[in-house]
């Protein structure tokens, strides 16, 4: 049966949580800034059509924030991702900013954390060395080495696309969705959503410490696993995968995603005596 997210009914943390917030107990958190990244890719195996899939990661049962759970690779913005300005290309921010509804400096900084975080998750690298070229090969040591030091707050992402001379390609994103956390979350993320295709020559690689799982995925059959209780997946990331179905490749995807209305959705707990209610509209 398919996941009906209009009004799902919550269980174990996450219902003690929307419980003691709706109680009066829990005073809502301000949401930070976030940007994730579905990548697309077509199946190796499969040459014609119906063959899109996406890379889905599984995050560590440890994480304070969706534990367990399957999602695409992305995190919060950084506050040195906003100073990528002078190594930009593609459409202005202010495109992503009319898509997204929030500023141009703000949508600047989505995309510049949509394109670190997923370096940091996957080793894809969205930049180039010029306007119309993309980085190959990223798997060797000197790489890895300039990921882990991302990764961990040592090295922006400026002074990275500085020394190596690449230009952040923008062009290669398209915004798909924005997501607000719920207010009763103890940690909330207000967060942009991107569609981009794997480049070519560039290999996705179990690398970040965040999860403990990760594999190209049909979106239909993420979907179906999801369904089926064999995933846990957030709302967002399940809407996303839900959404993808009715496309057979990257390039209907990435037509597609400027005439999608993006419109901010932030989930909503409805409580019924004992019981908490997650609602999406």
Do not use: N
């Amino acid at each position: 049966m398919m996941r009906d997210l209009r009004s799902e009914l919550m269980h174990g943390r996450m219902a003690e949580t929307a419980l003691a917030y709706a109680r009066g107990t829990r005073t809502p958190v301000t949401p930070r800034p976030a940007a994730t990244v579905i990548l697309l890719r077509q199946s190796p195996a499969t040459a014609g059509a119906g063959g899109l899939e996406v890379y889905l990661l599984r995050r560590q049962r440890t994480m304070a924030f969706a534990a367990g759970m399957t999602v695409f690779p992305g995190g919060r913005v950084d506050p040195a991702d906003s100073a990528i300005a002078d190594s930009w290309s593609g459409p202005p921010p202010e495109d992503f900013a009319d898509r997204l509804g929030c500023s141009a400096e703000l949508a600047a900084a989505y995309v510049a954390a949509a394109v670190r975080e997923t370096f940091e998750e996957s080793g894809v690298l969205l930049a180039g060395p010029s306007t119309e070229a993309v980085v190959g090969d990223t798997t060797g040591p000197d790489w890895e080495a300039d990921r882990v030091a991302l990764e961990a707050g040592e090295l922006r992402f400026a002074d990275f696309l500085h020394r190596r001379r690449l230009l952040l390609r923008a062009d290669l994103l398209r915004a798909w969705a924005h997501w607000i956390t719920p207010e009763f979350e103890p940690k909330r993320y207000d967060t942009a959503f991107f569609v981009a295709a794997l480049p070519a020559g560039q290999l996705t690689r179990d690398v970040t410490s965040e999860s403990d799982q990760v594999a190209w995925v049909r979106p239909g059959d993420a979907v179906a696993a999801v369904d089926a209780g064999e995933t846990l997946m957030l709302p967002p990331t399940y809407l996303c995968c839900r959404d993808l179905t009715q496309y057979d490749d990257i390039a209907g995807v990435l037509a597609g995603a400027g005439d999608r209305e993006i419109r901010t959705i932030m989930p909503t707990v409805r409580i019924d005596g004992d019981q908490a209610y997650l609602e999406t509209t």
